[in-house]
């Protein structure tokens, strides 16, 4: 079955187009779980990384967050993620973006115009501060395109991204699930060996690169993975002081690895 990444703006109603969908497939969206696990990984307060993911950290929260570590450990929930069978939808994270490499992942963003995302907003939150509605979306839009461009080196507001983008300011909620619904059932979209095939090599790949940031011995290593059929490869170089040896036996060690083929040099 196809799976459904989604972004969607505030005030959008993507989360609502998501729930709808995934209702009517019988399976979870995902948004906010994977909070818990990054922190944990990174060492970090819960509401620090929601306050640094919302483009609201202080500065303190800001240089101590590891923008390279929270990279990592993203994909590497997402692509797990991406490998149940008990999600239909994936919300934000860069989901559309780091999966769209997948033939059964449906790429979707949910928008509406400024001006009628701020009236719900306001709605929402029972308010008539229309300034301070406005900057909160402009702050979150923000976050969200400088992650974007640091991570994927995409605008996460340009069409040609998406394989559905849908306008919520005349076409309703369910009318938007339809749509996600007809690219569920068509044929481009259908799960294939080759399309299960790749995700669990992209998959493969970020555990290892999660498990060599984790350890302190690899932490530093900057190197090329890649994976095929649970056979991962090794490539580059690394510093003096590094041991390639380390490398080879955290990357043994992750689930689903049965070869590893070591091609690191000291420089």
Not at 117 to 132: A, G, H, Q, S, Y
Not at 204 to 230: C, F, N, P, W, Y
């Amino acid at each position: 079955m196809p799976l459904i990444a989604m972004t969607r703006e505030m005030g959008s109603l993507g989360k609502d187009v998501a729930a709808v969908v995934s209702s009517r497939l019988g399976k979870a969206v995902v948004h906010h779980e994977i909070i818990d696990q990054l922190a944990s990984k990174m060492r970090l307060r819960k509401s620090h990384v929601i306050r640094f993911l919302d483009g609201k950290s202080n500065m303190w929260e800001r240089l101590t967050t590891d923008k390279t570590s929270l990279s990592i450990y993203t994909a590497d929930e997402m692509l797990a993620l991406a490998e149940s069978d008990n999600v239909a939808v994936i919300r934000g994270w860069g989901s559309a973006h780091l999966l769209r490499p997948i033939q059964h992942v449906i790429c979707v963003r949910v928008c509406a115009p400024m001006k009628v995302r701020v009236k719900r907003m306001m709605e929402r939150l029972n308010t008539d501060d229309e300034e301070f509605v406005t900057g909160e979306i402009k702050l979150s839009e923000e976050a969200h395109s400088a992650i974007t461009r640091r991570h994927f080196g995409v605008n996460w507001q340009d069409p040609e991204n998406y394989d559905l983008v849908l306008n919520t300011e005349r076409v309703t909620i369910e009318e938007c699930a339809d749509q996600v619904m007809a690219l569920v059932n068509d044929p481009e979209f259908r799960e294939t060996a080759e399309s299960r095939q790749l995700l669990a090599n992209l998959a493969l790949e970020a555990h290892v690169r999660a498990a060599l940031r984790a350890d302190q011995r690899t932490a530093k290593m900057q190197i090329a993975i890649s994976a095929d059929k649970g056979a991962v490869t090794l490539a580059g170089s690394v510093d003096r002081g590094l041991e390639p040896l380390h490398a080879y036996e955290v990357a043994a060690a992750v689930s689903g690895v049965k070869d590893v083929k070591n091609q690191l040099k000291v420089r």
